[in-house]
């Protein structure tokens, strides 16, 4: 079984400043992918990026990035130029390659202040 | 892009009644859907995994024969929640897989309260 752990309940950032937000997981499987996604007031479930383990080059998308250290089990995303948009509940999730199931963080709250 | 559509948004329901959540892929056939649970403020807690054709795998200590889970189509997939209780209230939500190595595509999620 996979367990996540996002030991920041809650964050808070200058906006245009970055953040960082942490997740450590621990799995067994050697083949699997992170995701992070982003869940705001809706509660819609928005991808925001995606690693797969097999790959040593952090992901980047715009002003997202994420800080994948295989060895330790650490996948952090690092959101630069904070915009008001970006309020929002930030789960990361491990998923096994084949298995597909996603197994959620327990969530940071980001707050921007304007 | 992906596009999974789950209604209804929300809905009331008496105590003892059932409640079903249908949930539609909209631009692509979904070979895998899962049904989520969250509570306010907290994670999504995996229910069940479905794939089309085929009975759902239910998550340990999930009822099946509360949350029944029917995936008849490759763009439908329904969450029933049967005899539903004030304990069942809560947010859930879908999401859907088109094959391996694509990404997982969120519905808007259903808030349900049992009154």
């Known amino acids: 079984a996979q367990t996540v752990t996002q030991s920041q309940p809650e964050m808070s950032v200058q906006e245009a400043e970055t953040v960082t937000l942490s997740c450590t997981y621990d799995t067994s499987e050697s083949d699997y992918y992170l995701f992070w996604y982003k869940q705001p007031p809706s509660r819609q479930m928005i991808l925001v990026i995606r690693q797969e383990a097999y790959k040593q080059q952090n992901a980047t998308e715009n002003r997202f990035s994420v800080n994948f250290q295989k060895a330790a089990k650490s996948f952090s995303l690092k959101i630069s130029d904070s915009q008001l948009g970006d309020a929002a509940m930030y789960f990361c999730a491990p998923g096994r390659i084949g298995n597909e199931k996603l197994t959620f963080g327990t969530g940071t709250r980001l707050t921007i202040i304007p | 892009g992906a596009v999974v559509s789950q209604h209804p948004s929300w809905v009331i329901c008496k105590s003892g009644t059932s409640v079903k959540i249908e949930c539609r892929s909209l631009d692509f056939q979904a070979t895998t859907m899962f049904w989520y649970r969250q509570f306010p403020k907290q994670s999504l807690m995996l229910m069940a995994t479905s794939n089309e054709g085929s009975k759902a795998t239910y998550e340990q200590g999930v009822e099946k024969d509360k949350f029944l889970i029917n995936h008849a189509s490759l763009t439908l997939s329904t969450l029933t929640v049967t005899s539903a209780h004030p304990e069942d209230s809560s947010f859930y939500i879908c999401?859907?897989?088109?094959?391996?190595?694509?990404?997982?595509?969120f519905g808007s999620g259903t808030r349900l309260t049992v009154v």
């Open positions: 999401s859907a897989r088109a094959a391996a190595n694509y990404g997982y595509t």
